[in-house]
């Protein structure tokens, strides 16, 4: 475990620095044909749609993006699986036109260690895996990488994991299971300077989860490692508000801005320019916290 908090942390991503002093945003480019709530596609049968791609990464670097995460897999329950060539070409595709054109770091949202591979050799900046690297060779892919790595905890696979999810105490579940890939990242020469810790909301989790996940957050940044949450237009807004997807950012900036508030120093969100502006509110006052 880090001797002291690195939550202050300077990122070394492959030569960006990532400064999450403040709490930073993540903006969410989904390459898949099945976008599930992000307003657009960027991906067609024909193939990604490269105008509205460089649109869209335009308006979420303008608004203060400091990552742009971008994923080939839809890793929502019951979505059709994707052949580990179709991830990488939607993947590789778009790296390829947003790395020349802007200068943010690029975080892939992989669990492919062959899309680990060829997205590092194309200038990613960071390996975001809800599978936390336990898929066979993606730990040698992301050590090999240099990058740094968000590790997120699901219970179960995307396709199930919503049917019944159980713990004891989820909490204490995450924890765990963090110390256990912290080690297995050691183990391979991912050092602590590279590490994040997510506690995946919604992957595996019921609504009580989730919430308790979210109070007791603190908890989790204690282990010393930067958090990255995901929350925008979860199921569990709907649990709270009935609300359509359309309908729960405001929902979704409440929870980004406790999130932050309870230690969380990366927010990975669909609407970046109105979480950019929550979140310069949380950092107005920590700065001047004493
Ligand atoms: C359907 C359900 C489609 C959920 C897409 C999703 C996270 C992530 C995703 C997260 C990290 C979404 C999710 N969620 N990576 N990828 N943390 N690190 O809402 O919470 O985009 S996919």
New binding site residues.
Partial sequence: MPEESITGAVLDCAGRSLDLGSPRV?G?L?ITP?????GGQLFRHEGIDQEALCRRADAMVSAGAAVL?I?GE????G?AAVSEQQELDRVLGALTMLRPRFDVVISL?TSSPSVMDAGAAAGANMI???RALTRPGALAAAAASGLPV?L?HMQGQPHSMQSHPEYDDVVNAVRTFFMQRVDACHAVGIDDPRIIL??????GKTVDHNYQLLAELPRLAALGYPV????????MVAAILDRSMEQRLPASLGLAVIAALKGARLI?V?DVAETFDALAMVDAMEQRQS
């Fill in positions: 993540m969410v989904n099945d976008s599930f709530s992000d995460d994923g839809s890793t929502r329950p979505a949202d975001n895996d809800v968000c997120m997510d506690p995946g909301f919604g992957f990255l949450v995901g929350l925008s237009r979860k199921s990975r669909h």
